[in-house]
């Protein structure tokens, strides 16, 4: 469970090199200018003490609404995608496709939060923190206790998400960085469609499958 929450935690985010002013007009505006994006990302699982776990790396496309890939390149091959209906997680090397409904699995996840509109800030309570890093914070604590994570932290960057760490209830901190981003592409809806390759395994866990 935790590898598909880590996965889409990732799955809509961007980054850039200049700090602006206000980082919640920042988030806000994001909304309403980027509805498609692509780029390269690292991501990282830290410990309690900041060492890290697992890394990952790779490429990814996101189009609103609720439409992405990630590609995972290292450590080793995988893709997480959503169509705007259908989640699915593609194992390479177990060579398994295990398939979600997309509003179920992305309820209350950054993915959400992130690839949708500003009505899903109403389901944090949102903190100016101090800068740091070169980029100007916000904590986002979740409203609701059923939520996976604990807290969520992003820091903005020429108006738009540098980097997000995901404190879980665990003491663990997923850590993401995007370069290399493309704002507003255009993506063809192929990208978006689940292909499944030939002697590959499905395991379909939508309602009613």
């Not at 490429?59 to 609720?66: A, D, L, T, Y």
Request: hydrophobic share 40%; proline share 4%; net charge negative.
């Amino acid at each position: 469970m935790r590898l598909w929450q880590v996965l889409c935690g990732a799955a809509l985010l961007l980054s850039s090199a200049l700090v602006s002013a206000d980082p919640l007009a920042d988030l806000k505006l994001f909304y309403a200018e980027v509805s498609s994006l692509s780029g390269d990302f690292e991501q990282r699982l830290l410990d309690e003490d900041g060492d890290t776990l697992e890394r990952y790396a790779g490429r990814f496309w996101m189009q609103r609404p609720g439409r992405f890939l990630w590609l995972y390149d290292t450590p080793y091959e995988q893709q997480l995608g959503a169509d705007g209906e259908t989640l699915w997680h593609y194992d390479v090397d177990l060579r398994q496709i295990t398939m979600r409904d997309a509003a179920t699995s992305l309820s209350g996840t950054p993915a959400e939060l992130l690839g949708g509109d500003l009505s899903q800030l109403d389901r944090y309570k949102l903190t100016r923190l101090s800068d740091a890093d070169g980029l100007e914070w916000l904590q986002l604590l979740p409203h609701s206790d059923s939520s996976d994570f604990e807290e969520i932290r992003i820091g903005m960057a020429g108006g738009q998400p540098a980097q997000v760490l995901l404190s879980d209830r665990l003491g663990q901190t997923t850590a993401m960085i995007l370069h290399d981003l493309k704002r507003n592409p255009k993506i063809g809806a192929e990208r978006f469609s689940l292909q499944v390759p030939e002697g590959v395994t499905v395991v379909d866990e939508r309602p009613g499958a």
